[in-house]
């Protein structure tokens, strides 16, 4: 069932969200909601605050080669054991903050703990696409959105704009 994604500003969006308890069959329904949302968007990632649900669990699938199999990847409690020194600049954009896109820096490559769906701890290092999308993802659980390593006035009128958004949205639907 697909979720619908709240859009920056909103103060669930900058919540440190609480390590997820034991695997259950609702967090992996939960899971399988945010694949087939982010799917839709579409979109390369998203994390559970995203859809308003206060726990660490990310989605993402960054395969991009047309015709190659998709690879939807489900982390409960993921965490970045490692990283590089070498940093990588990607244009990113994010489902929660709709037709923008910014040059951010981060770590090229980074390793990354979490527990699959089965309830069985992974470890895989990650470069390109997937490095910047898992560390964004990431950043989510935190409360971290990519425009906050945009300077103040950037990051203003990105907001400005998506207070407008929201604006003409609640009114289109009222
Ligand atoms: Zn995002």
Redesign the pocket.
Known sequence: MKRPILIHPDPRLKKTAPQLPDLSDDLRRLADDMLETMYAAPGI?L?AP?VGVDTRLIVLDCVKEEGAAPRPLAMFNPEVVAKSDERNIYDEG????PDIYADVERPAEVTVRWIDRNGAEQQEDFDGLWATCVQ??ID?LNGI??IDYLTPLKRQLITRKMVKLKKDRAREKA
């Not at 994010?94 to 903050?97: D, M, R, T, Y």
Request: proline residues 0%; aromatic residues 8%.
């Open positions: 990632g994390a995203q994010c489902l929660s903050i964004h993802e989510h959105l990519f």
